[in-house]
């Protein structure tokens, strides 16, 4: 008899809900999507496939749901590790890996990718090849003279983004399908490679500024060995947010809970103390049906607000993503795989990929393929910041003079 394999909808964005959609229909199981899981009728199943982040209150229909299957799967980065929700624990929020509610295999992944799903369904284990191993660029692990926050587009070649001070974590990370890597955009190790990949990565990070100047008490700034200083240096500077960048995906499962005061709302504990150069990314990777608009509007609001001009390249480009954002809504909600698998390969072609990687302030960080026009003419700006509070579509947010994120809001 074939399996009974549910899928369960918690959390939103649905980026890994929606990707189980492309799991082969001649799978040999029986596949059934639970939209909203307070609905569910309990009956024994096989798996049960946990999508999504959990909080404590879900723990309850959580447990019921592991009592009926013989296997239950916390499927992308949010139901393993809490994903970027997981950053709203610095706030108090108690977003919940599934293995802290019940026993799971995680397979990790933003966005959870639907054939690892599928081997782990089928008793399989997925491949754990390093990430740095499929990567165009060479790690040659030297000392840094600095450290970065954006690189140059045009200036970009194919050396290790750590190599050139710009914090990756590739280091700690599994091979993955949406590759960021190639679209200029460095790892945040949605899939790990080892346990506690944050502190390893903050440790190997650490090491490698070895020769970055931190400064100190009494030489005013230049590195000495009296005390350090309380006012910023070359180091925390260059790392304006070490929860983002080292501990985007593991912060609940490497990491207190903190407290710091809840803003009230999980998007935006998530993203007030961003950096505003991380928040397209971070965008792309949280915003499931709604990333695209999301990533546009947090990019559209500084453009107007500071007068970064775009031609018309880069506008139609935005706007046919916004057209298939516009049909997603109700396709996936309906379940129509074929739709979905074209809307996916359309927005990878000019995005990069799930995670909207390759969508950057002016433009796009990387040529698209089959755009006929120079990369020159489309390519994404280096961002410089401006105090201020800047409002587009649904999103308003204010940073401050280091470009730092200290309110946000999103109006769904
Ligand atoms: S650390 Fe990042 S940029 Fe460097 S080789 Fe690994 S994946 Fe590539
Ligand atoms: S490159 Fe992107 S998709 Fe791949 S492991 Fe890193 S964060 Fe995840």
Redesign the pocket.
């Known amino acids: 008899m074939a399996q009974k394999v549910t899928v369960f909808n918690f959390g939103t964005c649905a980026k890994c809900f929606d990707a189980t959609l492309l799991l082969p229909a001649d799978n040999g199981y029986e596949l059934k999507r639970a939209l909203e899981p307070s609905k569910w009728v309990p009956s024994p199943i096989d798996v049960a496939v946990i999508t999504g982040y959990l909080l404590p209150k879900d723990k309850v229909l959580v447990e019921k749901i592991a009592k009926n299957a013989k296997l239950v799967i916390a499927f992308g980065s949010c139901a393993a590790t809490g994903g970027p929700f997981g950053l709203a624990c610095a706030r108090g929020t108690k977003v919940t890996p599934a293995r802290d509610m019940v026993e799971a295999i995680d397979v990790h992944?933003?966005v959870g990718e639907w054939f690892e799903l599928h081997q782990v369904i089928k008793g399989n284990q997925p491949d754990r090849a390093k990430?740095c191993d499929a990567c165009k660029r060479r790690s040659t692990c030297k000392f840094l003279s600095e450290v970065v926050r954006q690189i140059d587009p045009s200036q970009d070649d194919e050396s290790c983004f750590n190599d050139r001070g710009f914090m990756c974590?590739?280091y700690v990370?599994?091979q993955?399908k949406?590759?960021?890597?190639d679209v200029a955009t460095p790892?945040?190790?949605?899939?790990p490679l080892v346990d506690h990949p944050g502190i390893r990565m903050l440790s190997m990070f650490g090491t490698l500024m070895a020769n970055v100047e931190v400064g100190t008490e009494a030489t005013g700034g230049i590195a000495g060995t009296d005390k350090l200083a309380d006012a910023p240096d070359d180091v925390t500077r260059s790392v304006p947010d070490v929860s983002g960048a080292f501990f985007r995906f593991s912060l609940p499962v490497e990491m207190p809970i903190g407290k710091l005061p809840s803003t009230g709302s999980i998007l935006s504990d998530v993203f007030t103390g961003r950096p505003l150069e991380e928040l397209p990314l971070l965008a792309g990777m949280l915003g499931g049906r709604r990333a695209i608009s999301m990533v546009l509007d947090i990019i559209e609001a500084y453009e107007n607000g500071t007068g970064i001009e775009i031609n018309d390249i880069v506008k139609g480009y935005r706007n046919k993503l916004r057209e298939i954002e516009a049909q997603m809504q109700s396709v996936t909600k309906a379940g129509d795989a074929a739709w979905y698998g074209s809307a996916a390969d359309a927005i990878r072609k000019i995005a990069g990929?799930m995670?909207l990687?390759n969508i950057f302030f002016g433009g796009f960080k990387t040529p698209i393929k089959d755009e006929q026009a120079p990369f020159d003419e489309y390519k994404s700006k280096i961002i410089e910041f401006k105090k201020g509070t800047y409002q587009a579509g649904r999103v308003k947010y204010a940073i401050d003079a280091e470009g730092k994120v200290n309110e946000f809001s999103w109006r769904p």
């Open positions: 992944g933003c990430l974590n590739g990370a599994r993955c949406e590759k960021c890597i790892c945040r190790a949605c899939k990929n995670n990687s």
